[in-house]
């Protein structure tokens, strides 16, 4: 039996993850500030930590060990590095839940396009990495933090953008309701290109790359990239209506995915490692029916 803490985990897919560690017989520790119920009962042992004080984790680690931990809660350097030394000599493998906006904006980003390895870290704090543009660069430097420390075997794994039938953000679902009810979606611009994970496949993917050998950063998720305007056109011939894209950025219609430019990824290392993936437009489309079917059923 496995030994494995999860430092945050109760919502959205870590919480899918924490409930297939649980499945697999694994002894799971959830660490959270303790401030959000959670489903799993007696099946998990809980601990009470605040990410941005050290003293918090010092204490709750104290006198145990683990042989694997998930963090999908740290977005600074000084909490990568407060918890790695926390952590330091209890745990040998860590999976850090990171992003792909670690990448510049673009189209299909392989792993090799940002170095956590050799990327220049400065340490601050969550507060100080306001908007996207922060938390980009948290992510990055935290990256940079547990890889260059070398306390554990790291994987960094790259989500693009994560969906499903019960994301919490429904930012995806914000297109279908538009389109069902005649209202127009502000896309500046309709060329931008995005990848996609299920939040399923996602919870599989951690769950799975914890028991590899697999170090380093890792891009996973459905192949390819779609455009934004593709993605709405896509929409519209599912629910059999027109689609009303404006040049506008009016904050009551502009798409929750109108960003400044491309985000995607390439995750050819992730199929060559044997991980299989949704095909990206079956995705998309059993979604945007799934959306469909929920409003024609009120």
């Not at 392989?110 to 340490?123: M, S, V, W």
């Not at 922060?134 to 547990?146: I, L, P, T």
């Not at 040049?247 to 990824?265: D, K, M, Q, R």
Request: charged share 25%.
């Amino acid at each position: 039996m496995r030994k494995v803490l999860v430092l945050g985990g109760t919502q959205y897919f870590g919480k899918k993850l924490v409930q297939r560690l649980i499945e697999n017989g694994d002894e799971v520790t959830v660490a959270t500030r303790g401030t959000k119920n959670d489903p799993f009962g007696e099946n998990v042992e809980r601990l009470v930590i605040d990410r941005e004080k050290k003293e918090t984790m010092s204490a709750a680690f104290e006198g145990k060990n683990w042989d694997l931990v998930y963090d999908q809660s740290c977005f600074s350097p000084m909490e990568a590095r407060d918890t790695s030394e926390a952590l330091n000599g209890k745990a040998s493998r860590y999976i850090f839940t990171s992003t792909q906006a670690v990448y510049d904006f673009g189209t299909l980003h392989a792993e090799g396009n940002f170095n956590a390895n050799t990327y220049p870290i400065e340490y601050k704090s969550r507060k100080e990495y306001p908007g996207y543009e922060g938390y980009k660069e948290a992510k990055r430097a935290s990256e940079a933090v547990f890889h260059q420390l070398g306390y554990f075997d790291v994987v960094s794994v790259r989500f693009p953008i994560v969906v499903s039938e019960d994301d919490y953000t429904e930012r995806l679902k914000f297109h279908v309701d538009k389109i069902l009810s005649g209202q127009p979606i502000g896309i500046p611009n309709p060329e931008l290109r995005y990848s996609f994970i299920h939040a399923d496949e996602a919870a599989e993917f951690l769950m799975e790359i914890g028991k590899s050998k697999f170090e380093g950063a890792i891009n996973p998720g459905s192949a390819g990239d779609i455009s934004l305007g593709e993605m709405v056109g896509k929409m519209a011939l599912l629910a059999s209506k027109k689609a009303i894209v404006e040049n506008s950025t009016e904050s009551s219609t502009v798409s929750p995915y109108a960003l400044p430019g491309s985000w995607s990824i390439n995750t050819s290392l992730a199929s060559e490692l044997g991980f299989n993936f949704t095909e990206l437009n079956q995705l998309l489309d059993q979604l945007t029916m799934f959306y469909i079917q929920q409003n024609d059923s009120k």
